[in-house]
């Protein structure tokens, strides 16, 4: 059908018709708009809480995770004992020093302290030592404490009666005229001794000279002692 067959009235709207036609219009665009949001449009334009996924440590994912912690607290475990061990190593070696330490000077002190009786019992000693007069009684006295000493021996009365016989007391006596002199080696000093005899039978701890005394004494008595038993039993040249 054309334009020109539509019946004038109908192409003519009036102008209330036209507005009535925009609102029918305007109000099926807004119910169009409305029946495509949704009904809980306000609560979902708030915030959403993010979910995240548990992690599940028995699964195939997280064992690997699993041993390497593991694996990391052992070795830090080992270390912490292996510090705790060098520390108690290096308190034992410290506290074994400091011992060393005090076991020396422990030591020092004892031997300074043992150094220091040593030294009065030898000071007391020689203080208590029987001081002898330098004459024949002396002599004879002191000759007689040295064969106490080393087991000869003779009495006082035997070395006296000895003395008298043989130099009247005189210790640079010299025998010149009998075998002995002839024979180069004279008889010297108190018991009138020769020098091979008193070379033999020499007491330590004396002067090795025949003019001496107390040495002249000591080795006649021993002498004496071998071929006769004692000084004592001599009454006549031996």
């Known amino acids: 059908m054309s334009a020109s067959s539509i019946p004038g009235r109908l192409r003519r709207l009036n102008k209330t018709q036209k507005l009535s036609a925009a609102g029918i219009s305007a109000v099926a665009a807004a119910a169009l708009s409305l029946s495509l949001v949704p009904g809980n449009a306000e609560a979902e334009t708030e915030p959403q809480a993010l979910s995240a996924s548990p992690v599940v440590f028995g699964s195939a994912a997280s064992a690997p995770q699993a041993k390497t912690i593991q ?65 024949l009684d002396g002599w004879i ?37 009998d075998i002995n ?3 180069g080696v004279p008889s010297i000093g108190l018991l009138q001794i020769i020098k091979p005899t008193f070379d033999y039978y020499h007491v330590s701890g004396t002067p090795h000279t025949q003019y001496d005394p107390v040495a002249n004494l000591t080795a006649a008595a021993n002498y004496a002692a071998d071929k006769y038993g004692s000084i004592d039993n001599v009454d006549s040249a031996y």
């Open 181 to 183: 002199a002839q024979n």
């Open 71 to 135: 694996a990391s607290l052992i070795e830090q475990h080992s270390s912490a004992e292996q510090m705790v061990k060098t520390i108690e190593a290096a308190k034992t070696k410290k506290a074994a020093a400091v011992q060393a330490k005090v076991d020396a000077v422990a030591k020092a002190d004892a031997k300074k302290a043992a150094e220091k009786r040593s030294s009065h019992a030898a000071s007391r000693s020689e203080s208590r030592a029987p001081v002898y007069a330098n004459n």
């Open 141 to 177: 006295k002191e000759s007689l404490a040295i064969m106490k000493d080393k087991g000869i021996p003779g009495t006082y009365e035997g070395l006296h009666r000895n003395i008298i016989r043989e130099s009247s007391g005189n210790p640079n006596a010299i025998n010149d005229w």
